[in-house]
């Protein structure tokens, strides 16, 4: 942002980007940091809950990262978990592609190896597009909905295409229960079943992990 204060991020959710999120937050407080001029793209959301379910993604962004710096509110972008289609969904992409594409990709990754909510599966699909949650990543998410029948079974993500398509990429991992995946996508094959393994193809790419999540490499 420093560099390029009208910089195209694109944005996780999940614990694994909250301590980044809070730092990001000290800095702006500080003055070391602005996202005024800045547009940002999230990379998915659960179908069915809309942005003032305390679960869904628009509200985890505004809590833990809008509400707290200086951007503007409508230069903020969550996939709609209202689309009932994936054409619609594609609408998605091209505001992405609108706004100049993607500069820097923060990615978290699924103890699966999904990115996003591109689950295990035997290809890799291009453009934002509805997800069928798998059985691990609704298990995974459980703890922070009251029952596992409360978990969105469906959800809105970008693509494999629309995430590789960033200029710069930075996947954050931590933690023993991620180092397989880990592992599976820096040294298994290039194979849609962990669907990291795509991320080495990309030319800028930096895998950010602590020693647990590297335990395996
Ligand atoms: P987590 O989720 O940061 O909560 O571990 C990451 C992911 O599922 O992509």
Partial sequence: LNEKPEAVLGLATGSTPLGLYAELARLCAAGELSFAKC????????IGLDGTHDQSYRYFMNKN?????DVRMEATHVPSGAVKSDEEAEQYDAQIKA????DLQLLGIGNNGHIGFNEPADTFVYG??????????IQANRRFFDSED????????????SIMNARRILLLATGADKAEAIRNAVYGDINPRTQASILRTHSNVIFLLDKAAAGLL
């Fill in 150 to 161: 409360d978990v969105p079974r469906q959800a809105i993500s970008l693509g494999i295409g």
């Fill in 128 to 137: 934002c597009h509805i997800v069928n949650l798998t059985q691990s990543t």
């Fill in 65 to 69: 990262l809008f509400e707290k710096v």
């Fill in 39 to 46: 547009t940002t793209f999230n990379l998915d959301e659960y």
């Fill in 99 to 102: 706004a100049g594409g993607i």
